[in-house]
């Protein structure tokens, strides 16, 4: 049986004159998009051009909702209340629709940003699942097929399933990890591996053994995912990419949008 696996990056993160990433680029080497609603980054043109392109390389369109801090890029903290969390996201969705329906696609997923997503799995992990449960109901309310997608590993996904949705859970070949399978803060020096030599051959081990290496050298065993996250604002993420579809093709791995193989 052919393995299958979604490989996803974060685009649409320019902002007027100020371009990050090279997203159509990336698009080609790709299968979903996790694509910025004007929150954290992008703005209506971007947003407009970047759906635009996914409907034109048939790459499953994702909606990327962030935190409101252009400054900070969606990457610091913010204390919300479970409401504020529900409508940042329907809010969003709802930029992201009006985009899809423009252009005659449609959203696929549904995966939080930054530190929306890291607060979110970290609060469940402490016993705390309102994040995660007003995330739920954005995506209920709006559309129950979509998939959300989340940290493998982490409790949210059963938050979800319980909720009826269906789900994805992902890893990172371009970001370090702690021993308990969360982030290694993006403070710490090396935490973004830049390599894309070192991301290739992360990104393999993780697909043929279900592996991941933490930063500390423990070895977490049978990681379980569908989708693969690499990084679009680092310089070196198109031939990265394009390493890692040759390397999956080699392996007999195909790649896929998260729809065809979420859970």
């Not at 493998?152 to 370090?176: C, F």
Request: charged letters at 25%.
């Amino acid at each position: 049986m052919t393995m299958k696996i979604d490989l996803n990056c974060d685009m649409g993160e320019s902002f007027g004159n100020y371009k990050l990433g090279c997203d159509y680029e990336v698009m080609d080497e790709i299968s979903s998009a996790n694509i910025a609603c004007g929150f954290h980054a992008g703005d209506f043109m971007v947003l407009d051009k970047t759906v635009k392109w996914a409907v034109e390389k048939n790459v499953g369109i994702g909606c990327h909702p962030g935190f409101p801090d252009l400054q900070g890029f969606g990457r610091r903290n913010m204390e919300l209340s479970p409401e504020e969390i529900e409508n940042l996201c329907s809010y969003q969705l709802g930029a992201m629709y009006a985009f899809t329906k423009k252009h005659g696609g449609e959203i696929q997923h549904f995966k939080p940003h930054g530190n929306v997503y890291i607060m979110t799995y970290t609060k469940a992990m402490s016993g705390d699942a309102s994040w995660a449960e007003a995330i739920g109901r954005a995506v209920q309310k709006f559309d129950k097929s979509l998939v959300v997608m989340g940290m493998a590993g982490a409790p949210t996904q059963d938050i979800w399933r319980n909720m009826g949705l269906k789900v994805a859970s992902e890893v990172y070949p371009d970001r370090e990890y702690n021993a308990n399978m969360t982030h290694v803060s993006r403070r710490v020096p090396g935490a973004v591996i830049l390599d894309h030599n070192r991301v290739l051959e992360r990104a393999v081990m993780m697909a043929k053994e279900h592996k991941v290496i933490a930063m500390d050298g423990t070895v977490l065993e049978n990681v379980e995912f569908e989708s693969m996250c690499v990084h679009g604002d680092n310089p070196e993420t198109l031939q990265g990419l394009r390493d890692i579809n040759k390397a999956f093709k080699d392996n007999g791995i195909e790649v896929t949008p998260v729809a065809n193989i979420a859970k």
